[in-house]
């Protein structure tokens, strides 16, 4: 009896290995794949990658916003005016967060690509995986010496070093992932040119150790060299994919004949449908801006970083807002309320900016919700939303440094205000870029004039609006910035929790104003018919 | 011909979305589903609650580990001995970490508890858990000041508001839970009894903020009856657990007549039958140590300890070690190398502890691989192992401040020796908890006697052993500490690629040691069979 159990058992097991493999590949990802020892015979060591990507993308989410630190832990003297303190707060500090940032989400684009095409790992590839780790989180060190000591060429020497053996360890990946084919993409697998793809992937990711192999060598000879070429290393990338998507939509939408759309749409299935059907065709680093992203490696990448700016604040309040006892003692003659109050304007900076940022986390949820597939171009305009999140703690700390109503702490406020305004637009940009080609993108009820499109672009569109309100609110009524800023931090939860209300009192106001004669309650299957009969969805893609 | 196509592939998604589902039902979890409106007729803004759960769990990882920094931070002087110094650290700021580490996983259990029970949210819930979230995170403050001001009742009085708010939030979210059913569990949704489970899980969760009440009322009285009420709140859970489970166990291993056990394991097999059986059966908020706890969060609550515990030395390095420019041309003449040399031991301390973590965490990753279920008492064995890990930078940043061969350095080596130690040893005590009902709760190859288990059990048991071995070696060569552990560092991570190696071969030699005569190349089948043969699962279960 115990032998039949357990056969049935793994019986079991491994049929529901099979189901669940059949339905990920429909899907096009792998993400949830458990263990399979012994599936492929013998080799019992295979295993799922979907952790070892989960504390990957959580520890490059940490290092890609740690360099705020630095930034948010510069004193700024209140005698001295916050304009020249944050110019050399720009010229190094912010620079050096940017940039850390940049160039670790292209460390991360690379992880990401590596390892859409080794799927599985086994013990030997997860220790590779650290150590490239290791090596990445050491990266924003090094960029620090570069922008402390521009003339050094340390810095850019062990930052050279470190890019070189990132390199040389994915190149041992790729090598002994091809070594070991059950270990890559089924689609590579199945395919006959294990070579060609070997080599090809190889070529890429070379790519960037031998520029910086030349960066090193140009360091010794003529520094000022070697900076541009590590500038177009990190910039060159992003700038293409901008350009490439910006052109491939103007052409689009500027020739918007429906016939030639009709016919581009055919050509673009024609193409689409090849690519899916040919196993052979090129998927992987093609570098094309509407390459696909695993999206559940964003999301956790985003997670990462909202998590890590949530609680930064945090972290310096529990370290350097417990007043000293004898402090206490002596100054405020053992009233410890009175001594807590001084750290008043930290504990509201705190809340305030755990609220920003849960909130834009909320919005940033809701919008991947609807998401169904994420291009490259998209994880680009994430990282820029993400970059302007890991400023907030800096700006939020800046609003309670100065006293009330001085000028600093107005321009502390707008600059806070910016930055929100431009996280949510960036999350705002996401959309909209889904929405170009939303019938592969974006999940059907959120589709123009699907019945979620307008509560979703109102819930995307509240914060920038708001941001942008308060900071031209602040610029005519200088006096009361404070106030209106603590406004609208305590009244922007509650207008999130109210949202779909006011949704529809405003949809049905407006549907009441514009056409009184139309049929307030329609169904939503009528909605739906409607939906495919929509002229835009068709003129646009 | 675009209606078609549109109507497709709705209907694919919703085949898709029909068999995930029933799959995931076999499973018992939910963790996948995505979004699915209008599948519950008019409910569209149902979503799975996944990514929250994967947020908040991210978020409290990073607060329970983050209060091991004030303890970092704290400088040791070199001219003091380090036990005095170390006893004013313990009696407090450890402590702190300690405390708010298991309050916060207290916090966190109760979270895991509620959304077993509601397993769809909305945005609605989504905004209330954000709002959860910030009082946690709010919690180490209260302790830090109840730590620093024992004897003011304003620590007590602020802990006890946070987490009276917070079982008020949780009620609420029970509530609304409950007044819309297609949020829950689908077993509570099947049964009949939605009021008793109502007012069940509303009792068990208002019962801390009732403790909590009475101890902010006793705090005005004699607020040492407080802290007696704090301390039976944070840990009569866990000790009422640990002491279930042993006596469970104890009970089990002393009568171990097979004939006792067999009829022991009938009756269980009968309990769990009925239990799976009837949708009305209580498996919630019932505080049995066998409760079955989500994998996946405790896997991503521990990713998230891990990754923050292994950035946590790069946050200092990259704000601290980059040396001022007008240092480096005064004190060393220019030279970026000799002023970078001061802070070699710190670079050597945050590789090492690096290593250190990222291997740990690939223990637990190998070990998780193969464990199919979690009970409470694995989670609360993976939660002493974690608040181990986190106390591993302290460890290792101890180690590099003292100057070499004093006698503080090598008691700051000792104690990272032990704490890896206790690391690695409750890892290895998950894995024995595993063993003990090892049908419910690990895949059949690491079983005890099947293919994996050795190699597992080397895994488990290489960071314990080193760190022994490390710890006496440097009590009996106590000139050479530095050295030996530096040695340790460099070789464990080889020890990991080489252990399938090594396995094999210590198996080979043990094989041909006792049992000469044997066939060596054995089939996987006849050992499966063998697996299956083995008297030990009988005896044990």
């Known amino acids: 009896m115990g032998e039949n159990a357990d056969t049935e058992i793994i019986e079991h097991h491994v049929d529901e290995e099979m189901e669940k493999k059949r339905i990920l590949r429909s899907?096009?990802?792998?993400?949830?794949?458990?263990?399979?020892?012994?599936?492929?015979?013998?080799?019992?060591?295979?295993?799922?990658?979907?952790?070892?990507?989960?504390?990957?993308?959580?520890?490059?989410?940490?290092?890609?916003?740690?360099?705020?630190?630095?930034?948010?832990?510069?004193?700024?003297q209140d005698n001295e005016e916050l304009k020249e303190s944050l110019q050399v707060l720009l010229t190094t500090k912010i620079a050096v967060y940017l940039m850390t940032f940049l160039i670790v989400t292209v460390a991360w684009a690379a992880h990401i690509r590596l390892f859409q095409v080794i799927e599985r790992i086994d013990d030997c590839l997860a220790l590779l995986n650290l150590a490239c780790m290791m090596l990445?989180?050491?990266?924003?060190?090094?960029?620090?010496?570069?922008?402390?000591f521009p003339e050094n060429i340390l810095g850019i020497l062990l930052f050279c070093a470190c890019v070189m053996v990132l390199g040389l360890i994915q190149a041992v990946i790729v090598v002994y992932g091809f070594s070991r084919p059950f270990l890559l993409n089924d689609q590579i697998?199945?395919?006959?040119?294990?070579v060609f793809y070997k080599h090809h992937?190889?070529?890429?990711?070379?790519?960037?150790?031998?520029?910086?192999?030349?960066?090193?060598?140009?360091?010794?000879?003529?520094?000022?060299?070697?900076?541009v070429i590590l500038a177009i290393i990190i910039f060159l990338p992003y700038i293409s994919q901008s350009l490439k998507w910006c052109r491939s939509k103007a052409i689009a939408i500027i020739i918007f004949l429906p016939y030639i759309s009709q016919s581009l749409k055919w050509c673009r299935s024609k193409a689409i449908g090849q690519v899916e059907e040919t196993p052979d065709s090129f998927l992987f680093y093609t570098y094309h801006p509407n390459e696909p992203l695993s999206k559940e490696r964003v999301e956790a990448f985003s997670d990462g970083v909202f998590a890590i700016v949530a609680t930064l604040l945090i972290l310096d309040i529990c370290?350097?807002?417990?007043?000293?006892?004898?402090?206490?003692?002596?100054?405020?003659?053992?009233?410890?309320?009175?001594?807590?109050?001084?750290?008043?304007?930290?504990?509201?900076?705190?809340?305030?900016?755990?609220?920003?940022?849960?909130?834009?986390w909320f919005v940033h949820h809701s919008l991947f919700l609807h998401v169904t597939r994420t291009t490259r171009f998209m994880g680009l305009l994430n990282t820029f939303s993400l970059a302007f999140v890991g400023g907030l703690p800096l700006a939020y700390q800046l609003t309670h440094e100065f006293p009330r109503n001085s000028r600093n702490e107005l321009e502390a406020i707008q600059i806070s205000c910016v930055i929100i305004f431009f996280a949510g637009v960036f999350q705002l940009a996401i959309w909209v870029a889904?929405?170009?080609?939303?019938?592969?993108?974006?999940?059907?009820?959120?589709?123009?004039?699907?019945?979620?499109?307008?509560?979703?672009?109102?819930?995307l569109a509240l914060y920038p609006c708001v941001a942008l309100g308060t900071f031209f609110l602040t610029c005519f009524l200088s006096k009361f910035s404070a106030s209106i800023f603590h406004m609208m931090e305590i009244t922007v939860p509650f207008a999130f929790l109210l949202l779909r209300l006011l949704v529809r009192g405003g949809l049905a106001l407006l549907r009441l104003v514009f056409c009184p004669d139309r049929p307030e309650t329609r169904s939503a299957l009528e909605e739906e018919e409607e939906e495919a009969r929509m002229p835009f969805n068709a003129m646009i893609t």
Chains 1, 2 share one sequence.
């Open 434 to 459: 889904a929405l170009f080609s939303e019938r592969e993108t974006l999940h059907p009820y959120v589709r123009y004039g699907g019945r979620e499109h307008t509560f979703m672009l109102a819930k």
């Open 201 to 227: 992937i190889l070529k890429v990711i070379m790519r960037v150790p031998i520029m910086c192999f030349f960066a090193s060598i140009f360091s010794f000879i003529f520094f000022q060299l070697s900076y």
């Open 27 to 76: 899907h096009g990802s792998s993400f949830m794949e458990s263990v399979t020892p012994s599936e492929r015979d013998g080799h019992s060591s295979t295993q799922s990658s979907h952790r070892l990507l989960a504390y990957s993308d959580a520890l490059i989410s940490i290092i890609a916003t740690v360099m705020i630190l630095p930034v948010a832990h510069t004193k700024v």
């Open 189 to 194: 697998q199945v395919s006959e040119n294990h």
């Open 319 to 360: 370290e350097d807002n417990v007043p000293d006892p004898v402090v206490v003692q002596n100054q405020y003659g053992g009233s410890l309320v009175a001594a807590l109050q001084e750290y008043g304007p930290e504990y509201l900076a705190y809340f305030g900016s755990f609220a920003t940022v849960a909130l834009l």
């Open 136 to 148: 990445i989180t050491f990266l924003p060190y090094t960029f620090s010496l570069m922008a402390t």
